[in-house]
């Protein structure tokens, strides 16, 4: 069996954490856990420095979204700082592929040259049109209830830890890691 890359360690490690910290963890924390793994730790180090770029391709891969980091989402705090948190609905990943589905059939534009359409035919073409323009409607929506459930879920997380101290997220990103949604 091939030895497991650094990343593949990292990112299992992720998995690992976010488990057991269902509020979510910052990435200066995210470090800490990493460097209690001693083994990890001399991977994670070259010439006496912290190997960032793994941490930050992560982050990156994370933000583009796929399979390879499915469940994990980044949302920025009030502070600004980027938290790892578990995404164990799957309504941000379902929004994200309908996302890049409707991107892509929206770019196609439903015309057949060299024929000439029957009224049933057009009403057809109409319809998945209008359906499209709706699935989009609904999609955005959907994006949004997936983020704040997430939110909910760091709040929740977060007084628990805060001794009732109100903290807000102000920014949210979705799969492709672009600002979706501020909070206040």
């Keep these: 069996m091939a030895e497991m890359s650094t990343t593949s360690r990292v990112l299992k490690k992720l998995y690992t954490v976010l488990g057991e910290k269902s509020e979510g963890i910052t990435v200066s924390e995210f470090w800490e856990y990493l460097f209690e793994d001693k083994e990890l730790a001399k991977e994670l180090m070259f010439d006496g420095e912290r190997r960032e770029g793994i941490v930050v ?50 770019k196609i534009k439903l015309e057949v040259k060299d024929y000439s359409f029957s009224k049933a035919e057009q009403t057809i073409i109409n319809k ?57």
């Design 57 to 106: 391709g992560l982050q990156t891969r994370i933000k583009k979204g796929g399979k390879a980091v499915e469940g994990i989402k980044i949302i920025k705090n009030v502070e600004g700082k980027n938290v790892f948190i578990l995404n164990d609905n799957n309504l941000n990943y379902l929004g994200s592929v309908t996302h890049k589905y409707i991107k892509e059939a929206t």
């Design 128 to 184: 998945f049109e209008k359906t499209l323009k709706e699935l989009e409607s609904t999609n955005t929506a959907l994006e949004k209830l997936a983020s704040k459930i997430e939110e909910q879920k760091v709040s929740k997380g977060s007084d628990e830890e805060s001794d009732g101290e109100d903290i807000r997220i102000s920014k949210v990103y979705d799969s492709k890691g672009r600002e979706i949604e501020k909070v206040k």
